[in-house]
T-cell receptor, first 108, second 114 residues
């Protein structure tokens, strides 16, 4: 079945440094979603990418969907302490597959 | 306020004692789903429901049951809990297909089975 892999598992950065998490699927995805989970919280939807090669930006966050629709990335420019949390990618239709997540910590 | 609610939020129980975790949404969403979250494994789907009386297995359905008698409610039933079901559980709902629309998650239920 479809598998979604995400790296790295952990990332610790100094405030102001950039951060990137990568997501790879074993099968072609119709679209991909990204979620953020703050410590002690629940996942919250960030964005959805649908088109091959699509790039979307939300302030300091840049999301990319690969040309083959099998990989995606989330890049945060100049991290802030408010970016702390775990970032998940997810793909599927009704049977959703989530990556294991990348846990980001930011040192002030 | 649009939301997904879960009860209880925390539960400690013993092996074999049947329990139910309730989930309710007030957004009139067709799709509802249960996930479990374990360290290093991310979110794994247990069961999902595309509408009333329509349920299907996710990735890890063994040891769980669900029902969808009303659109707003989607309870998760553990008939005979075991320690390997100790986990953080999330209910989620969405309009239409989960993969095409934003999923709204409940606050989570932390379950410990002794």
């Amino acid at each position: 079945g479809q598998q979604v892999m995400q790296i790295p598992q952990y990332q610790h950065v100094q405030e102001g440094e950039d951060f990137t998490t990568y997501c790879n699927s074993s099968t072609t995805l119709s679209n991909i979603q990204w979620y953020k989970q703050r410590p002690g919280g629940h996942p919250v939807f960030l964005i959805q990418l649908v088109k091959s090669g699509e790039v979307k930006k939300q302030k300091r966050l840049t999301f990319q969907f690969g040309e083959a629709k099998k990989n995606s990335s989330l890049h945060i420019t100049a991290t802030q302490t408010t970016d702390v949390g775990t970032y998940f990618c997810a793909g599927g239709n009704n049977d959703m597959r989530f990556g294991a997540g990348t846990r980001l910590t930011v040192k002030p | 306020e649009a939301q997904v609610t879960q009860n209880p939020r925390y539960l400690i129980t013993v092996t074999g004692k049947k329990l139910t975790v309730t989930c309710s949404q007030n957004m009139n969403h067709e799709y509802m789903s249960w996930y479990r979250q374990d360290p290093g494994l991310g979110l794994r789907q247990i069961y999902y429901s595309m509408n009333v009386e329509v349920t299907d297995k996710g990735d890890v359905p063994e040891g769980y049951k669900v029902s969808r008698k009303e659109k707003r409610n989607f309870p998760l039933i553990l008939e005979s809990p075991s320690p390997n079901q100790t986990s953080l559980y999330f209910c989620a709902s969405t309009r239409g297909l989960a993969g095409r629309n934003e999923q709204f998650f409940g606050p989570g239920t932390r379950l410990t089975v002794l």
